[in-house]
């Protein structure tokens, strides 16, 4: 019995496997598109994830990240209405990355924007990403 179980240890012991992750950290800038366009004129954020090989080029993990929108001088008829404060969003997101090739992904972020600043509730966050 103490052999069998011996054998059981060293069997299930090398079959076992730690997944091995990949921690990344990255800058990024934007534009705001659509209507936010009128009240911001840019953003700047910092992102950290923690991306797991699930299959043959493609990988997923938690991410979590830092945005900043910049708020635009509001005017009418030339005049001005003062400015619009700054937004901050904390995403916490689950990541996804393709690697389409060995310096091309793809991949999206879907998560909740918790917001920051006073007065910002937070969301849903979704993020595409493309990077080389």
């Excluded at 998560?111 to 990403?129: L, W």
Aim: proline share 3%.
């Amino acid at each position: 019995m103490r052999k069998l179980l011996f054998f059981m240890a060293i069997v299930i012991g090398t079959s076992i496997q730690a997944q091995k992750g990949e921690f990344n950290v990255g800058v990024n800038a934007g534009l705001p598109v659509g209507d936010i366009s009128d009240a911001y004129s840019f953003t700047l954020g910092a992102e950290a994830n923690y991306l797991f090989d699930v299959a043959d080029k493609f990988k997923a993990g938690p991410s979590v990240a830092f945005i900043n929108f910049f708020g635009k001088e509001q005017e009418v008829f030339g005049l001005s209405l003062g400015s619009i404060g700054d937004a901050q969003f904390l995403p916490i997101a689950a990541a996804a990355r393709y690697e389409a090739s060995d310096k091309f992904s793809i991949g999206a972020d879907i998560g909740y924007g918790v917001g920051i600043s006073q007065g910002n509730e937070g969301g849903f966050y979704y993020r595409p990403v493309v990077s080389y």
